[in-house]
């Protein structure tokens, strides 16, 4: 049985982790919620250091989110993309004019010497967020996907078509060649060499820890990349506290984003169960949406079906309310 | 007597200079005109390369001048500033969303490892801008202004209000202490070691040139550090074409800026006159406000009277035709 009291530990990517995230801020004692961002789709662009994810719990925590475009900063302007575009720069990653000052600041204090960790906890201070907000790591970590091989076809005429694949970084798989690319791998480069934040560390190991939950995030590109850092899938078997993980899809298809379409390109059947299994060796219970019922009714662990979808803040809520309810079922 | 359809080589600082570099870009035939700018106030600031004047020529050339804030780019949007302020980041230099386009784009083909110069030569091409716009040196040259010692003083207990006199960079004394130190030297630092712009060269140096127009730009932070970069002061004496300059005292006063009260500062008479004396060993001809008829009246060399104030886009083409008009007048 886990702690009802104690401190809760969520492993989170980008938009759609950040919405249970604020969900478990919004329902939690100030304080007692530690979230670990994934940093593996963190690149330098335009002479910044960027960290999406980081950014993204940075701005839904503190409330800043765009809720009409889906990312970025509410109230964002495009003055700089403009006139970025009129001297010719490179506009394929969309950088809005609020979103420029968290890049432009963090460069500057990573090259004063500050880690990442702390930069981001004197951020999310700023911004006024209680919870806990840490990088997987302060050491770099790089996201790749390796694209398949395609067989020469008389119609592609060479170029993308066909040929050998080859490896993209994230960001112009992700955001240039807008996940169009089919993959047949992933590699997280240079997560063998990096150290595990150590609060990180330190929560996994927590005894009072009252469960570990895992963001309905894209497992292969928002997870996996937290999961490669040494130590961290061996502390998760390890754990005392129920580990939990809400699927990011439902009713058989991803709410946003390529997780669907990565699946089917890496051989997997595209179902919730599909993500159980992939967090299957450490993995305690389950939480997949209602309409999936049938996708999950084999799996052999505990298994809570609830509402996923996440519009509103209750429905944020709501989940994350449904997410400490099923950690109190599991006895470790 | 100067060639009526030569090139014409104007030299300028940033706001006042560049109203009547506009007049004359308006005026003569595209292409003729080369306007060299001082780069003695670029600094670093946020990682980024930050050069005011050359920016200032770009955004008043390509009609992307802000006429209400009389500096910086028409339709600016301040939400970098602001969200920068909430991250703690520092906000006294005042950096709007578009014209951060112009410092990032910059910063990142300079560490790619383009000069100033071609930047900026790509830079007004992409903003429609036929004449040439060079700065006066693709080597560095920091302007720094000197305070003046003051007397212990038993109210200022220490601090800025008294003591030996210091070096400020320029951005620390203009924008962040908004000139009110008491200065009583500058220095160019670098600039001795610095080689002008080839093109800067060629242009005092060809036959042709119709003119060399000094803009009304602030003598001791505009206009001397150009004039500080090795050749150019003895080009300026030796050149065929005549040398004009434009008074920026009007009225007695300066119309923006800190050039009167550096004046006064410096021990000069805060005067047109005194302007002309500075440029006293290369300048041919002088146009001074019909305001201050008296003060230029006893000078040693040819004088026009005319209207300098400008103010709307007529008043900076009339400007530019007087000055021509005077050049015209000029016997070498």
Redesign the interface.
């Known amino acids: 049985m886990s702690n009802e009291t104690g401190p809760v530990l969520a492993l989170s990517g980008g938009v759609g982790g950040a919405k249970l995230a604020l969900g478990l801020y919004r329902i939690l004692p100030p304080d007692t919620l530690t979230i670990v961002a994934n940093t593996g789709d963190d690149f330098e662009h335009?002479?910044?250091s960027i960290s999406p994810d980081l950014d993204t719990l940075l701005y839904t925590l503190s409330g800043n989110d765009n809720l009409e475009l889906g990312w970025g900063?509410r109230?964002?302007?495009w003055?700089?993309?403009?006139?970025?575009e009129?001297?010719?720069?490179e506009t394929w990653f969309r950088l809005?004019?609020?979103?420029?000052?968290?890049h432009?600041?963090r460069?500057?204090r990573r090259?004063a010497g500050e880690s990442l960790s702390a930069i981001s906890h004197?951020?999310r201070r700023?911004?006024g967020i209680a919870a806990r907000l840490l990088p997987m790591s302060d050491d770099p970590v790089r996201t790749r996907l390796h694209t398949a091989p395609t067989p020469p076809s008389p119609a592609s005429g060479g170029g993308l078509g066909g040929g050998a694949g080859g490896w993209l970084d994230f960001q112009d798989y992700f955001v240039r060649l807008r996940c169009e690319p089919v993959i047949d791998r992933l590699e997280f480069a240079g997560a063998a060499d990096v150290r595990p934040h150590r609060e990180f560390l330190a929560a996994l190991a927590d005894p009072q820890l009252r469960a570990i939950v895992i963001c309905p995030s894209n497992p292969f590109i928002s997870i996996d990349p937290i999961l490669a850092v040494p130590g961290v899938r061996a502390a998760l078997r390890a754990c005392n506290a129920p580990v939990i993980a809400v699927s990011p899809i439902i009713g058989g298809k991803a709410v946003k984003g390529p997780t669907a379409k990565m699946m089917a390109e890496l051989g997997l059947p595209v179902d919730a169960a599909a993500v159980a299994h992939h967090y299957r060796d450490f993995l305690d219970l389950y939480i997949a949406d209602e309409e999936d019922a049938a996708a999950v009714a084999g799996l052999d662990m505990p298994v809570v079906l609830t509402r996923t979808l996440m519009q509103s803040l209750a429905d944020r809520e709501a989940l994350a309310r449904a997410v400490l309810a099923a950690a109190e079922r599991v006895r470790k």
């Open positions: 335009l002479g910044l900063r109230g964002e302007t003055t700089f993309m403009a006139a970025l009129a001297l010719g720069g809005g004019d609020g979103d420029l000052a968290t432009i600041e460069t500057r090259k004197d951020f700023r911004l």
